[in-house]
């Protein structure tokens, strides 16, 4: 017997996940759907890890996620920060207890891989102002003199590639890892993060199980 579970911004997971008491985080409905059933999420913003417990069985016995007809999900990995203290100039910082992060804390975990040729040390983390993306620094000098750059290397295609939004390139964070916390400091230019929408890496993805197979 197949179910349709529900998951709306007004549940709780403490629900039995119906259309007329749907759970709270579409994480807990899928720690319950099985091959078969379909996951309907509602209207809403959702900042979770979403880790499938199950699998499908076939291409007939899939369990399927969706947003409820005509309603926009977005699900984030991210988290609004709203605290952010001047620095000088146009450079703000944050400070985290380092328990904000749990067990994964992207500014502390660095990319790796034999893809990365370019600027080794990198991290996880990243900054985004109304959705744009910002570039890592190497240190905090490099946020005081931020250069707009015209071409970067594709770490793909191991080829120098001109940037579609040079301005872009001068948005920079940088961060500060010890054993309490953690401090991000960011170029916001002539913006106020304060009054924007800013938000930052947290978790490790969006929709992933934690065991695969």
Known sequence: MTREY???KKGSDH?????????????QAAAVATAGDTVIVHEGEYREWVKPKFGGLSTYRRITYQAAEGEDVVIKGSEQIQDWEKVEGSIWKTVLPNEFFGDYNPYKEEIFGDWVVYNPGRHLGDVYLNGMSFYEAENLDQLK??????????????KIVPVINQQQTKYLWYAEVD?????????????????ELVEINVRKACFYPEQTG
């Open 179 to 195: 054993d309490n916390q953690t401090t991000i400091y960011a170029n916001f230019h002539e913006a106020n993060p304060n009054e």
């Open 15 to 27: 629900a039995s996940g119906t259309k007329e008491d749907p759970f709270l985080t579409i994480n």
């Open 6 to 8: 529900h998951v709306s």
């Open 145 to 158: 003199h931020p250069e707009e750059r015209t071409e970067v290397l594709d770490h793909w295609t191991k």
